[in-house]
């Protein structure tokens, strides 16, 4: 099995773990806030349009619910990239190909200019695509194309759920 917290502590990812972790934060503690109430995530939706009236849906949890997905498609796009064989020819062993495309689906048109400048900053440290699998193998030497198979049977799960 593979994991996500280890392979986001690069820096080009670290801020993007951050606001995921950020992100489901927020929504906890409105559900906290009243359990029963807030059951479900639908229900959360519901309660803060009545609360917030016209800033709704760009506040509270329902916000940070809107940025949890964008994150998670993030994640997504990038893995699914990665599973399609998509890659810069002249250097196959870099990720810079697909955490771009992740980045311009997901997350760009959210972003002002600024954040993007910093997400092309960001990208020069994008890590070899060996050493992200091998962080998605949890440190463990797989070989690609068995890694390359979790990872489409994990997409096919996260991909209906988001």
Known sequence: ???????????????????????????????????????????ILEG?????GPQWPKVGATLALMWLKRGLRFIQVLL???????????NPNLIKVNVTKAYEIALKKYHGWLVQKLFQTALLA?????????????????KEEDCIEKIRQFLV?????I
Request: negative net charge; proline residues 4%; glycine residues 4%.
């Open 126 to 142: 994008a890590p070899y695509k060996d050493d992200f699998l091998k962080a998605l193998s949890k440190g463990q030497t797989v």
């Open 80 to 90: 699914q990239s990665i599973c399609d064989g998509e890659k810069d020819e002249q």
């Open 48 to 52: 803060e349009k009545e609360m917030h």
């Open 157 to 161: 799960n996260y991909t209906t759920t």
């Open 1 to 43: 099995s593979f994991c996500f917290s280890d392979c986001l502590g690069s820096a080009i990812f670290s801020p993007i773990k951050s606001d995921i972790t950020g992100n489901i934060t927020k929504i906890r503690i409105v559900y906290e806030s009243n359990p029963t109430k807030f059951k479900t995530l639908q229900l």
